[in-house]
């Protein structure tokens, strides 16, 4: 379906109609949610430290989606139910809500093995298009995002932003010195477990867009460009939402106007982009990195 | 029926010789056990230097390489090795100013990795019709190993222990006390640049077994049991050997007789042997395993 939506898109007359498809307005209502979401919540994850959280999550994300799927239920279920379950579980397992990579780099092979699993289920099951559900799931199809698919998605991205801006301040305090941060009464490990729910409904989100494997770059690449960019944790916050919106925005309207190249693939393109220009900037090096 | 055409019975002698009765589960089970061999090893020194990321993210860039080889006409082996032992030169060449969860180098490695992943979409859609192939190289394959594969697993394997052996002593210094390593008149920064490279290859090997995205059951698992059990580093180090050897062992034996894939009996495995190494450490009567010393 996406590949017909392309050759059609391909021999239209380009940018000033990009908009005229309704597979366009889809992945730019539901990517634009979650870019915005994924840029937000990984400002914090790289400040916390939890990229690799974040990653085994994704992992997550995909056993979910492959497990709702064999189950013959919808794959946003699997998708939204497995996040949050194991971001919890991450959450009190581990140490303070931080955790420990050996651990989760044991847990997502696990994970990862549930899902392949599951996948010979569905495919067994199903008997049709092989690779393409893993390889959706994998690697996303934004443009595959029917018309109440992407309002879902937007919603639950704009409830995401709303849920880390509000927490945000005592969030910056429990991530920059957890241990003040309690002697003044914030409660850090409940914070620390919620934002890791956050970061599970992100991550399901974010599957639907850019799939399972992809995600942590959204999350951590527009985030830590941002931290290079300045060191005030406002702006910082603003400026990963912005330039994971941008990448997304970039992407799709490059993968539109190229058939050839994955919305996937260019999204991820302009991320690394924009990181290896904010590093190539000389700029912020006043934080204390050490 | 399974995936042989062969089915369980309960005469355990029959059912290992069915096991080897055809060539291409011999070949898996030799390019299985050099590969556990060798990625017990040397994630061993991983969880030791807290590398574990860094090693996933080598891992993931392996699919890449591997779908641009089949792209390009080459053998997808040769695209493991090429990536992985890039990207350990790329990853060596980064700053490395903690020794553990320093953000922004996470972040920059997060975003590598997904690049990679990318990638890897990018040449498996251009090379058109190769959806099934990338679940292959992502989730492992052992059908169909040639004798050329094995031969290429066993030599680099072998070269990848003795090089770890060579360096053994001044490698586990290092790991566990760089700065006094390094007054002690070791090159910890050449000694950490060797290990990332003999990761790459290492992970490059495991990679063609368990898939570029499993390979965490053969690299961590292993070592993360065995640092469980006993402290002691060359205990735990031939423990980990035996239990990667399990992993493989136990996950292509099963593998053979059910329907379902490898790489999730593989990665079952090494996860039921995990929790059995943590539960044993627990047990009433042990000593507790010293603060630092599991993931020291």
Same mark, same amino acid.
């Not at chain 1, 497990?67 to 919808?74: F, H």
């Not at chain 1, 985030?223 to 330039?243: M, S």
């Not at chain 2, 069915?18 to 060539?23: I, K, Q, T, V």
């Given at each position: 379906?996406?590949?017909?939506?392309?050759?059609?898109?391909?021999?239209?007359?380009?940018?000033?109609?990009?908009?005229?498809?309704?597979?366009? /307005?889809?992945?730019? =209502?539901?990517?634009?949610?979650?870019?915005?979401?994924?840029?937000?919540?990984?400002?914090?994850?790289?400040?916390?430290?939890?990229?690799?959280?974040?990653?085994?999550?994704?992992?997550?994300?995909?056993?979910?989606?492959?497990? *709702? =799927?064999?189950?013959?239920?919808?794959?946003?279920?699997?998708?939204?139910?497995?996040?949050?379950?194991?971001?919890?579980?991450?959450?009190? $397992?581990?140490? /303070?809500? /931080?955790?420990?990579?050996?651990?989760?780099?044991?847990?997502?092979?696990?994970?990862?093995? $549930?899902?392949?699993?599951?996948?010979?289920?569905? !495919?067994?099951?199903?008997?049709?298009?092989?690779?393409?559900?893993?390889?959706?799931?994998?690697?996303?199809?934004?443009?595959?995002?029917?018309?109440?698919?992407?309002?879902?998605?937007?919603?639950?991205?704009?409830?995401?932003?709303?849920?880390?801006?509000?927490?945000?301040?005592?969030?910056?305090? *429990?991530?920059?010195?957890?241990?003040?941060?309690?002697?003044?009464?914030?409660?850090?490990?409940?914070?620390?477990?919620?934002?890791?729910?956050?970061?599970?409904?992100?991550?399901?989100?974010? !599957?639907? *867009?850019?799939?399972?494997?992809?995600?942590?770059? $959204?999350?951590?690449?527009?985030?830590?460009?941002?931290?290079?960019? !300045?060191?005030?944790?406002?702006?910082? =916050?603003?400026?990963?939402?912005? $330039?994971?919106? =941008?990448?997304?925005?970039?992407?799709?309207?490059?993968?539109?106007?190229?058939?050839?190249?994955?919305?996937?693939?260019?999204?991820?393109?302009?991320?690394?982009?924009?990181?290896?220009?904010?590093?190539?900037?000389?700029?912020? !090096?006043?934080?204390?990195?050490? | 029926?399974?995936?042989?055409?062969?089915?369980?019975?309960?005469?355990?002698?029959?059912?290992?010789?069915?096991?080897?009765?055809?060539?291409?589960?011999?070949?898996?089970?030799?390019?299985?056990?050099?590969? &556990?061999?060798?990625?017990?090893?040397?994630?061993?020194?991983?969880?030791?230097?807290?590398?574990?990321?860094?090693?996933?993210?080598?891992?993931?860039?392996?699919?890449?390489?591997?779908?641009?080889?089949?792209?390009?006409?080459?053998?997808?082996?040769?695209?493991?090795? %090429?990536?992985?032992?890039?990207?350990?030169?790329?990853?060596?060449?980064?700053?490395?100013?903690?020794?553990?969860?320093?953000?922004?180098?996470?972040?920059?490695?997060?975003?590598?990795?997904?690049?990679?992943?990318?990638?890897?979409?990018?040449?498996?859609?251009?090379?058109?019709?190769?959806?099934?192939?990338?679940?292959?190289?992502?989730?492992?394959?052992?059908?169909?190993?040639?004798?050329?594969?094995? %031969?290429?697993?066993?030599?680099? &394997?072998?070269?990848?222990?003795?090089?770890?052996?060579?360096?053994?002593?001044?490698?586990?210094?290092?790991?566990?006390?760089?700065?006094?390593?390094? &007054?002690?008149?070791?090159?910890?920064?050449?000694?950490?640049?060797?290990?990332?490279?003999?990761?790459?290859?290492?992970?490059?090997?495991?990679?063609?077994?368990?898939?570029?995205?499993?390979?965490?059951?053969?690299?961590?698992?292993?070592?993360?049991? &065995?640092?469980?059990?006993?402290?002691?580093?060359? %205990?735990?180090?031939?423990?980990?050997?035996?239990?990667?050897?399990?992993?493989?062992?136990?996950?292509?034996?099963?593998?053979?007789?059910?329907?379902?894939?490898?790489?999730?009996?593989?990665?079952?495995?090494?996860?039921?042997?995990?929790?059995?190494?943590?539960?044993?450490?627990?047990?009433?009567?042990?000593?507790?395993?010293?603060?630092?010393?599991?993931?020291?």
């Amino acid at each position: 379906m996406t590949l017909q939506h392309l050759a059609a898109a391909a021999t239209g007359s380009g940018l000033f109609d990009m908009l005229a498809h309704p597979f366009m /307005r889809n992945a730019f =209502l539901a990517g634009t949610a979650i870019a915005a979401a994924s840029g937000l919540v990984g400002y914090f994850v790289v400040l916390r430290s939890q990229v690799f959280s974040a990653d085994a999550l994704s992992h997550v994300a995909f056993s979910g989606a492959l497990g *709702a =799927l064999a189950l013959g239920i919808d794959a946003r279920a699997g998708l939204f139910g497995a996040s949050v379950l194991v971001a919890v579980a991450i959450g009190l $397992l581990g140490n /303070r809500g /931080r955790s420990d990579d050996v651990v989760i780099g044991t847990v997502f092979t696990g994970v990862l093995g $549930l899902g392949v699993l599951f996948l010979s289920i569905y !495919t067994r099951s199903s008997s049709g298009s092989n690779g393409v559900a893993n390889v959706n799931v994998l690697f996303g199809s934004v443009f595959g995002l029917g018309a109440a698919q992407a309002a879902v998605a937007a919603v639950v991205g704009v409830g995401v932003c709303v849920a880390v801006i509000a927490i945000a301040r005592p969030l910056f305090f *429990a991530s920059l010195d957890a241990a003040v941060a309690s002697a003044r009464g914030l409660p850090v490990r409940a914070l620390g477990i919620g934002f890791l729910v956050l970061v599970g409904v992100c991550a399901a989100e974010a !599957t639907q *867009a850019v799939g399972a494997l992809l995600l942590v770059g $959204l999350v951590a690449g527009p985030a830590g460009a941002a931290q290079r960019l !300045t060191d005030r944790p406002w702006a910082g =916050l603003g400026i990963a939402a912005g $330039l994971a919106v =941008l990448s997304m925005w970039v992407g799709l309207t490059a993968s539109y106007l190229d058939g050839s190249l994955p919305p996937s693939f260019s999204i991820m393109a302009v991320v690394a982009g924009v990181y290896a220009l904010a590093v190539a900037i000389p700029g912020v !090096t006043t934080r204390a990195r050490r | 029926m399974t995936m042989a055409g062969v089915d369980l019975t309960w005469n355990i002698a029959r059912d290992v010789n069915n096991l080897f009765a055809y060539h291409f589960m011999v070949n898996a089970f030799r390019a299985g056990t050099a590969v &556990a061999v060798v990625a017990a090893v040397v994630g061993w020194f991983m969880v030791l230097r807290e590398e574990t990321f860094a090693g996933h993210t080598l891992s993931v860039v392996g699919f890449p390489g591997a779908a641009g080889a089949v792209w390009l006409g080459l053998s997808a082996s040769l695209g493991f090795f %090429a990536f992985c032992v890039t990207a350990a030169l790329f990853i060596a060449a980064l700053p490395r100013r903690t020794r553990r969860g320093f953000s922004e180098e996470s972040a920059v490695i997060g975003t590598l990795q997904a690049f990679a992943l990318a990638c890897g979409l990018l040449f498996a859609s251009l090379y058109a019709g190769f959806l099934n192939g990338v679940t292959a190289l992502l989730f492992g394959n052992f059908l169909g190993i040639t004798n050329g594969q094995v %031969a290429t697993l066993v030599i680099t &394997a072998a070269v990848c222990v003795v090089v770890v052996a060579l360096v053994y002593r001044p490698l586990v210094f290092a790991s566990v006390d760089p700065d006094v390593a390094t &007054a002690r008149g070791i090159r910890a920064r050449a000694l950490s640049v060797l290990f990332l490279v003999v990761l790459g290859v290492a992970v490059a090997a495991a990679a063609q077994i368990t898939g570029a995205l499993l390979v965490f059951a053969l690299l961590v698992v292993p070592a993360a049991a &065995a640092q469980a059990v006993t402290a002691r580093p060359a %205990a735990s180090l031939a423990l980990a050997v035996g239990f990667g050897l399990a992993i493989a062992w136990i996950g292509l034996a099963i593998a053979y007789y059910s329907p379902y894939p490898v790489g999730f009996w593989i990665s079952a495995v090494a996860l039921a042997i995990y929790s059995a190494a943590r539960l044993f450490a627990r047990s009433p009567g042990r000593r507790p395993v010293p603060a630092g010393s599991r993931v020291a």
